[in-house]
């Protein structure tokens, strides 16, 4: 079946380190992706929304210079987190949708900086 | 998650069955969603109902009432496995907003 897969699974860096997130759906085109942050024992806050080739839409409250989206292609996006410090700390997770596909989500990255 | 609410913690027992509700906001809706996620994983799809009624999927069933904004899921013959969160959610065009999820815990 359809899998979105979602690398790397665990990132630590210091403060300060910029981190990059992959997000490729593998079986099927991704004409929208999805990214979502999560902090433990809470629910998945909707950060953006990409759709292939056009600029991401931030959700209110998310700094758009501080996570930048590129989704340049139908199988792949990413999440850059710039600059990253220790509140940037949390669980972040891609989805994909596409075609006649429901929304795959990934397996998550958890970002530790230090 | 604040168009959707649902219990924060919900105890069963093994073998028992239990029902996590969820209630929300009407504006915009397409349809409501249940997802699980277990400690450290990503959330995955258990079920949809666009329209009301009930939608059963081996133990785990979902409804819903769309004149009530209501829904729930009802899982059977709970195992030590389903301790986990699990989201309700809703279709807000292109986007899933979710709940604040339910932690079940099963005891055996």
């Known amino acids: 079946g359809a899998v979105v897969s979602q690398h790397p699974s665990r990132v630590i860096c210091k403060s300060g380190t910029s981190v990059k997130i992959e997000c490729r759906s593998l079986?099927?085109?991704?004409?929208?992706m999805f990214w979502y942050r999560q902090f433990p024992k809470q629910s998945l806050m909707l950060m953006a929304t990409?759709?292939?080739?056009?600029?991401?839409?931030?959700e209110q409250g998310v700094e758009k210079d501080k996570f930048l989206i590129n989704h340049a292609s139908l199988t792949l996006s990413t999440l850059t987190v710039t600059s990253a410090h220790p509140e940037d700390s949390s669980f972040y997770i891609c989805s994909a949708r596409g075609g006649d596909q429901p929304q795959h989500f990934g397996d998550g990255t958890r970002l530790s900086i230090l | 998650g604040q168009s959707l609410e649902q219990p924060s913690e919900v105890t069963a027992v093994e073998g028992a069955i239990v029902q996590i509700n969820c209630t929300y906001q009407?504006?915009?809706?397409?349809?409501l969603s249940w997802y699980q996620q277990h400690d450290g994983g990503a959330p995955t799809f258990l079920s949809y109902?666009?329209?009301?009624g009930l939608e059963e999927t081996g133990r785990f069933s979902s409804f819903l009432s769309r004149s009530d904004s209501y829904g729930y899921l009802l899982l059977q013959e709970l195992q030590m496995k389903d301790s986990a969160s699990y989201f309700c959610a809703r279709g807000e065009g292109d986007k899933i907003i979710f709940g604040k999820g339910t932690r079940l815990h099963i005891l055996p």
């Open positions: 109902n666009a329209l009301d």
């Open positions: 009407t504006s915009g809706f397409y349809g």
């Open positions: 990409s759709n292939e080739g056009s600029k991401a839409t931030y």
């Open positions: 079986d099927f085109q991704a004409t929208t």
